[in-house]
């Protein structure tokens, strides 16, 4: 019965997430969806990116927490339009589905933007099964996690887009093999960039700035 219930709670969560793609296209607004666990600088990362491209490219973000606006009251420091959705009021769920992207996107005022960020809950598990209509997928990996993440969770790296190696002026100080995490991160995903990079120092930002920007011109 369980599977049963999640593969209808699955197909309905396709059923939206194309139409959340088809309006996203008609829009031409370029979606992202960027996933992580927790504490892997994930905001903090964003907001350094939001730094760089506005008012270039016109970006509003969607944040998902199980609780608080912390995350968003964050970014809207950087003059971006977010819109914390906050899953408690839902049951607690620790991903963002397809239908919460469509009731809060539907409010932005997507004529005016070239790209949407959504920044999900934090989880390695749950985001990666639930398709929200993006065009691209970025999974974000922090020296301070190990390096087998990828290994052990392996469908959220399959899936994405790109990843980041994020908080590297870290490795001075760590017992941390950034060379094994890549690696793992290729076996599972050959092919896919990864961008190693600090949010604090905002060391190793320009490739990650130029991949992104480059994928938001190919839309608008």
């Known amino acids: 019965m369980e599977i049963k219930v999640q593969k209808r709670v699955l197909e309905a ?5 194309e139409k959340n793609r088809k309006l996203f296209a008609e829009k031409k607004v370029f979606v992202l969806n960027m996933m992580s666990s927790p504490g892997s600088g994930k905001t903090e990362t964003l907001c350094k990116t939001l730094l760089r491209i506005m008012p270039e490219i016109r970006t509003g973000v969607i944040v ?13 420091e950087t003059g971006a339009v977010a819109v914390q959705i906050n899953t408690d009021q839902f049951g607690g769920d620790c991903h963002l589905a397809a239908h919460l992207i469509e009731r809060t996107a539907t409010q932005m005022d997507l004529d005016h933007l070239d790209l949407l960020i959504v920044e999900n809950i934090g989880n390695l598990v749950c985001p990666a099964e639930f398709d929200i209509g993006e065009d691209a997928r970025t999974v974000v990996l922090s020296v301070t996690e190990g390096e087998d993440k990828p290994l052990k969770y392996p469908l959220m790296f399959r899936l994405a887009d790109s990843a980041i190696l ?3 002026d870290l490795l001075p100080y760590l017992d941390y093999n950034a060379k094994e995490a890549v690696d793992n991160m290729a076996e599972i995903h050959p092919g896919m960039p990864v961008f190693s990079l600090s949010a604090k120092t905002e060391e190793g ?16």
Do not use: H, Q, Y
């Open 64 to 76: 998902g927490d199980i609780c608080t606006t912390n995350d968003a009251d964050r970014l809207k």
């Open 205 to 220: 930002f320009e490739p990650w700035i130029e991949w992104l920007t480059s994928k938001v011109n190919s839309k608008i």
């Open 166 to 168: 994020n908080k590297i």
């Open 13 to 17: 969560n396709e059923t939206m997430a």
